[in-house]
């Protein structure tokens, strides 16, 4: 069990209003991805869930029950941190079996928790060390572990690979998303990356300065933005935006366009512009191109296309794939 | 990080250390302000009624009172003149590249450590003494007179004794900011072609301004209250009173509590002065 | 940084360094050997250095004579339990300031250093006076009540020091692990924060072993301790001086050694960490 409801939650540090009345559910077994710029307030949101912080008003619920009140130890959650937050004068088999020892579980029940969390995390060998003599990757092994062995109700995630060089940060995203898939617990996942949203949620919740733009699958998110914002912040590249006749034309104040959904020609289309940068990646072909009276646009093009900077090229967005926008960003 | 819950716990948990202090603090300073107003001779007739402010009056217009802020002044100067000059070489030296610095540290820094009384005693009879006194052997082997430090001259072999001890913190204190000081700085300036006594005076000497001034203002606190040696030396004779001993003698040589209160009051105002001067510089750290 | 220095440099630097530093330390010095020296040896003209008969009689003429032992062990209880009790309190305050700062905290320190600032003297007929009504004086208990509240605001100040330097992070995660107040304390903080409560308690050892000023006005013969021990040699019909030298190097000895343990802590103690 996992079910979370936030109802009309409000954080206030002072005079700084950084969540204002915050509606939100989250489902048993989901996997959850608050995502937004830094300093939104995805970290004061978590802790708000964890009881870190307490709320200025609105009530959360686990599980049905008001948990507004009750202590962070008490609301069967578990949390990993961006810095990991391991005890560091602790072995790896102490600090896995710290919660194991707090809730008061027998010797021999918490060496077996342990190494079974180590198995499933390959950290077997590593049970006798100290935090201080392991890489990023098996520290955030290890705090994952610790809070595997509590089988919460739900985990927490505050930006867990922000600290993992990139080639490991992918392997652990894949890592975490087994887990999901293993564990089928509640998993919330803070992060300001939306590469991380994009494949590891099933629902996510996009932040902007504590206000709730969206929520929905990636997909959803992907293809149907509600706003200027969503639709900027979610898909990689990001989405073009073209503002005055062209927009007006179509009927809205600003028109969006993916990279993927412009079609490059040689010779004929709707803008004609020059090729500014390219960036040949073998698979696919960044573009940027400079259009009169535009800003630049970002095309996906094929990754066997020769096109160089400074050569001439027509543009044309694909007429169903074409996002329309009013003067308040909000999707038409 | 703060919720409800832990507020609370903080604040319990923070109150038996406010509560003590704040106890410490306000009972004596509160008798002693209110022995400063009255009359209050425990031998000889005991609480002799409320007498204003003749106490504060008298304690300053006493013929004690101008020569012991003038040794009190001579002390606390001389001694931190001696500190922070001594210590700024001291520390610089030390810095330097060479064998067994470890050692050297340890030796500079050793005379902190010494009870006030052992060293004052050491001092007074194994160094100052005019007969057996390593001093006097050393004016003797050059054929001059041995003096006789602690009465003739009092107050310069008070400022060394205490000088001994501080030395060391001085140096110490120095020595830890020298060692904070970005070495990059010092060599675009060598490169720069500036000569070394410039380096140090437009470099080294504005880096170390902190702290010298955390020294000086640390020890004028513990020098303006420098008892131990005074009591164990010269009993406050030869001119050696300085404002702390001679309200020490008021108050408990002759016990007259209601001048020593007054004069505790001064004592304790001309301290609050240095103190605030300090938390100024110390709050400012408490922000970075 | 890391530049070669000519080795006739830094024989120079080394040699004048040696120099200087055996100079201040001389004074320990010729105590330690004095200690070992008759008393006739002690005063002798000239004076010898190292060459004269190693004796330990001046410290079991001390031992006996003067129960040294007492005194030693009143050191030993006001030194050791103060500083405990101090360290007891402040943890927990220091625990509040680092860990759930609020507006006041700042100041709440601030005060509590001005407090270390008070000067004893202006004080001393109220407590003197507290201390007669209360039967507390010549008793240890007395005396470690005092010098644990004297030396409490620099222990508050430097475990706060050192609580600041740990990530609120660590706690928070034990606090999710399910840790109360006192486990998160007991099991997370202290252990991390050994290194620093260690340094702490040297230095409040030190700095209570050493003070004067109450012990010398709050004791007479049953709680002195070593500091007013010493005062004791003052009178000059007591005077030897290899008995001095003896018994001033007992009381100094361990704290001493101590002392050097305790030295890049002590800047930052010293200083409420303005200088670290
Ligand atoms: N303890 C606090 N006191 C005051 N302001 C805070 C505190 N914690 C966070 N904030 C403010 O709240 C906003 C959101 O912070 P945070 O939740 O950490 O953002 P994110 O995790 O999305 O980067 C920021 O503007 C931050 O400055
Ligand atoms: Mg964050």
Redesign the interface.
Known sequence: MGHISLKQVTKSFGATNVIPPLDLEINDGEFVVFVGPSGCGKSTLLRLI?????VTSGTIAINGNDATMI???KRG???V???Y?????MSVRKNIG??LK??GISKEEAEQKIASAAEVLNLTDYLDRRPGQLSGGQRQRVAIG?AIV?EPDAFLFDEPLSNLDAALRVNMRLEISELHNSLKTTMIYVTHDQVEAMTMADKIVVLRAGYIEQVGSPLELYRSPANLFVAGFIGSPKMNFVEGKDAEAEGAHTIGVRPEHLTVSKTSGQWKGTVGVSEHLGSDTFLRVNVEGLEPLTVRADGEVELYHGDTVYLTPEPSKLYRFDADGKAI | MATQHSRSAARLMLAPAVILLLGWMLVPLTMTLYFSFKKYLPLRGGDLGWVGFDNYIRFVTSSAFWPSVMTTLLIVGGVLVITVVLGVLLAILLDQPMWGQGVVRILVIAPFFVMPTVSALVWKNMFMDPVNGILAHLWKAFGATPIEWLSQASVPSLIMIVSWQWLPFATLILLTAIQSLDSSQLEAAEIDGAPPVKRFWYITLPHLSRAITIVILIQSIFLLAVFAEIFVTTGGAFGTRTLTYLIFQRVLESQNVGLGSAGGVYAIILANIIAIFLMRIVGKNLDA | MARAVTTQRKTINTAIAWAIGLLIFFPILWTVLTSFKTEAQAISDPPVFLFFDWTLENYSIVQERSNYMRYLWNSVIIAGVSTIIGIIIAVPAAWSMAFVPSRRSKDILLWMLSTKMLPAVGVLYPIYLLFIKMGLLDSLVGLTIVVMLINLPIIVWMLYTYFKEIPVDILEAARMDGATLREEILYVLTPMAIPGIASTLLLNVILAWNEAFWTLNLTAAKAAPLTAFIASYSSPEGLFYAKLSAASTMAIAPILILGWFSQKQLVRGLTFGAVK
Do not use: I, T
């Open positions: 964890a009881g870190l912080e307490d202590p962070p130890a959650l578990a949390m941190f961006q810095s937050a391991l005890y560091p004068h710290f919660p707090m809730a610790r509590r």
